[in-house]
């Protein structure tokens, strides 16, 4: 038996029904765009995370320097001055850390030309930008002698570019930071938004040195507020984590028993938790999706046992001109095959459209992956044949006698 | 005669199983058929005509004795040879016509060829040709609701005919049309009988519809009451 007349028959025992055509196939519609939306809407928030943590670099730790408690009254962490710039180096020689970068943070008035701007200003080193994976779009970096002399040179972030600078280029020029002139060495490429929602090209690197001698010197002299340490890999987290306790605890001459005057936070730690909450967001989106596409499943299977009740006696007239049981079975498996397979592909553009909607009128991150529509496509199209197997094999286990005489 | 008989029938039985027992329909039927014969089955109501035809086509499957189609015992056939049979050996012609509503004339004749597997560039040029043969070419594209009772028991004789089957089956083929359609359908019965020996079995109440056969089966409860030949008939047969 050939599949031609067998389409031409389903569309016409289809057609001959169009109302009850298109109400089952109306479930299986909303099944495969309510996935494939969902989807989308899960695969945006990972994607934002996803990028979130790539702006921040990989495998990150935070090292703050302690906290100190004064009579009683306990300071928040970096308040007492006690990472240095030695500790940073040292930190980097172990094997388990990639690269230490000290930072000494503050805020300051730049000023160039009638603009000025109250910025965050960062005193780090030209490894800042490896690890945070943070490229310039302009200039160069400032170096490692730059560090030894203290020069006083800056790297301005995109927000501070268009305050100050409009559309002129900022390289080369002299701004004003506090009360001295910086050169600008370069530009930081646009980073957008972290996390927590902070603009992060609203600031200025300069050197960690200059910062500490010529910017915010009186406060805290040879000392850095905390350090970005990244491990040498992934793996590397645990022990990285463990090997810089070790090594500071030995620095800091602290004895056994004695409080770490610093702490080490996993900044990554933190990040995999946002991952993984969107991750079970996106999955949990799915699956309450995925109950719709098993509904429509059932209004399939539903319709066809109608379908196979009403059209007895044409299975009866069937089997009496030589029709075989898997004829039959094929028959209404087609059926069922193509009321779920035109109601996916009616129920993509929904999916699709939807997710367009959804991005437009809530202003989220929308992603409509090609895996997705793939996904609930065979989803649909495997419901379509589990949901009609049974109906097909009720059609095709008739009696051709009872079936004939049906009426 | 030399040929084998189309059907052969030996102490044929049939029972229904109902809440009460086992209810007999037929108890002891043995009967030949030749091929090129024309035979009628007589009875009254539940002497089993129907049930009898039903097994002989091959829908329904007999309690007891045996069944040999062509040398075949068809109680040994499986669903899929049963289908294969029906489709390729014998053609049916019903009292309700039984053609599919939606589908056009030419696709109710096509339907048998379908299932037998021609392609669709042979299948419908043959389905035509069998419209035309019954008279009603013209209405090839027509639905069977928009012709009268005759003209689709024509169609379904046509159906009947198209896979070129051995023998055909007609239950009550006039049971349902007026005396002048029935003497026109059982022209055509008698024509295909004498002109292309396809052998054909009727069942009929009807004595003047028997009167076209050969040869006459009376059923009674279950059994072979009566079965002889009957005197031809003149050639100079009612206008068709």
């Known amino acids: ?407 | 005669m030399p040929a084998e008989p189309v059907i052969r029938l030996a102490h044929l039985g049939k029972h229904y199983e109902t809440g009460a027992g086992p209810v007999p329909v037929l108890t002891d039927v043995s009967l030949d058929i030749e091929p090129a014969e024309f035979v009628a089955i007589m009875g009254p109501s539940g002497s089993g005509k129907s049930t009898l035809m039903n097994i002989l086509g091959c829908l329904d499957a007999q309690s007891g004795g045996t069944y040999v189609f062509e040398g075949r015992d068809v109680g040994a056939l499986n669903r899929d040879q049963l289908a294969d049979l029906r489709n390729r050996a014998i053609g049916f012609v019903f009292q309700g016509f039984n053609l599919l509503p939606r589908a056009t004339l030419l696709d109710n004749v096509a339907l048998p060829l379908v299932y037998a597997g021609v392609g669709k560039s042979e299948r419908l040029p043959r389905a035509g040709r069998m419209l035309e043969h019954v008279g009603l070419g013209p209405y090839a594209a027509s639905l069977p609701g928009q012709i009268s009772g005759g003209q689709q028991q024509r169609v379904a004789i046509a159906r009947a005919l198209v896979n070129r089957p051995r023998l055909i089956l007609a239950d009550e083929p006039t049971g349902n049309l007026d005396r002048r359609t029935s003497q026109e359908i059982m022209g055509l019965l008698r024509q295909l009988n004498a002109e292309e020996g396809i052998t054909i079995v009727l069942v009929t109440h009807d004595p003047d519809i028997a009167a076209n056969a050969g040869r006459l089966v009376q059923l009674v409860d279950g059994q072979v009451a009566h079965d002889g030949q009957l005197p031809r008939r003149v050639p100079g047969r009612r206008s068709a």
């Open chain 1, 1 to 407: 038996m050939k599949i031609g007349p067998l389409l031409s028959e389903a569309w016409q025992a289809m057609g001959a029904n169009r109302l009850r055509t298109f109400l089952t196939m109306l479930g299986m519609m909303i099944g495969v765009g309510a996935v494939i939306m969902m989807l989308a809407v899960g695969q945006g928030a990972r994607d934002l995370v996803d990028r979130s943590i790539v702006s921040m670099g990989r495998n990150l730790f935070v090292v703050l320097a302690g906290s100190a408690t004064a009579s009683g009254v306990r300071l928040g962490t970096g308040n007492v001055p006690t990472l240095t710039l030695g500790d940073a180096e040292a930190l980097e020689q172990v094997p388990t850390v990639g690269a230490v970068v000290p930072i000494l943070p503050g805020t300051a008035q730049v000023v160039y030309g009638a603009n000025n701007w109250g910025t965050n200003v960062l005193g780090t080193t030209p490894r800042f930008l490896d690890v945070r994976n943070w490229r310039l779009s302009a200039g160069l970096p400032f170096n490692d002698s730059d560090m030894r002399s203290a020069t006083q040179v800056a790297l301005l972030g995109q927000t501070v570019v268009k305050n100050l600078f409009g559309d002129e280029d900022p390289v080369g020029k002299t701004v004003r930071i506090g009360k001295s002139p910086y050169v600008v060495m370069g530009t930081l490429a646009a980073k957008g938004q972290s996390l927590d929602g902070r603009d992060q090209d609203d600031a200025v690197l300069i050197p960690v040195t200059t910062a500490q001698r010529k910017l915010f010197g009186s406060q805290f002299q040879g000392s850095v507020r905390f350090m970005i340490a990244q491990a040498a890999s992934a793996e590397a987290m645990p022990a990285a984590e463990r090997d810089m306790t070790q090594l500071l605890r030995q620095r800091h001459r602290l004895a056994d028993g004695v409080d770490n005057d610093f702490s080490i936070r996993n900044l990554t730690a933190l990040v995999n938790t946002a991952a993984e909450t969107t991750r079970t967001m996106s999955l949990m989106l799915g699956a309450i999706a995925s109950i719709s596409l098993l509904v429509g499943g059932i209004g399939i299977m539903n319709i066809m046992l109608v379908s196979v009740t009403d059209r007895t006696q044409e299975i009866g007239i069937r089997c009496a001109t030589g029709a075989r049981a898997r004829d039959i079975r094929l028959q209404f498996l087609l059926e069922a095959l193509i009321l779920s397979v035109v109601g996916c592909l009616v129920g993509v553009f929904l999916g699709v459209g939807g997710g367009l909607l959804v991005s437009l009128v809530a202003r989220m991150a929308v992603v409509v992956t090609l895996s997705s529509v793939v996904v609930a496509s065979l989803v649909a199209a495997g419901v379509g044949i589990f949901f009609g197997l049974y109906p097909a094999d009720k059609a095709a286990r008739l009696k051709p006698m009872d079936a004939l005489r049906y009426q």
